[in-house]
């Protein structure tokens, strides 16, 4: 008896939890804002630039998928965050820590500066705020 309710219960919990998380799927493309700034060092003659992510969802976010067909860097990425550009131009930005308003940033050099667009983002389960 004692058995079947803590099942019963955690039938209950884990319905909540799946339809909490079928409610809040969607983050918009835009709901991911990138800024640049140049970061002031100068390397083999280009400038080294910040890329700052902005994650305006509600939900956490694994990545970023963006458009970067032509993208270079003279600086070495930091490939623990950032992988890419794959031959049909798209760079993985990684961090599973894009909680919302949580600013995220990789550093690349180069002039001009490249200006990334948002291709998809990458969303775990339930980890959205209500
Ligand atoms: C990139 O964005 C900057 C700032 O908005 C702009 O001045 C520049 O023209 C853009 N470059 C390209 C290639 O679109
Ligand atoms: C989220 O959970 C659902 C249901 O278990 C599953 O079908 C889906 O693949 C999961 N998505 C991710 C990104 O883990």
Do not use: H, W
């Not at 083999?44 to 910040?50: A, L, N, V």
């Not at 970023?64 to 860097?73: I, K, P, T, W």
């Not at 990789?106 to 291709?119: E, G, H, I, L, R």
């Amino acid at each position: 008896m004692v058995a079947s309710f803590k099942f019963f219960i955690a039938i209950v919990l884990s319905c909540l939890i799946i339809s909490k998380g079928q409610q809040r799927q969607d983050c918009a493309l835009n709901q991911v804002q990138i800024f640049q700034a140049a970061s002031g060092r100068v390397i083999q003659g280009k400038t080294e630039r910040i890329v700052f992510l902005i994650n305006l969802c509600e939900c956490a976010l694994l990545g970023v998928e963006l458009n970067c067909q032509g993208f270079q860097s003279i600086e070495e990425l930091d490939r623990s965050v950032f992988l890419g550009p794959t031959r049909d131009g798209r760079c993985l930005y990684v961090n599973k820590n894009l909680i919302r308003q949580n600013i995220a940033r990789f550093t690349y050099a180069f002039d001009p500066q490249y200006n990334f667009s948002v291709k998809s983002l990458l969303r775990p389960n339930g980890t959205c705020i209500s």
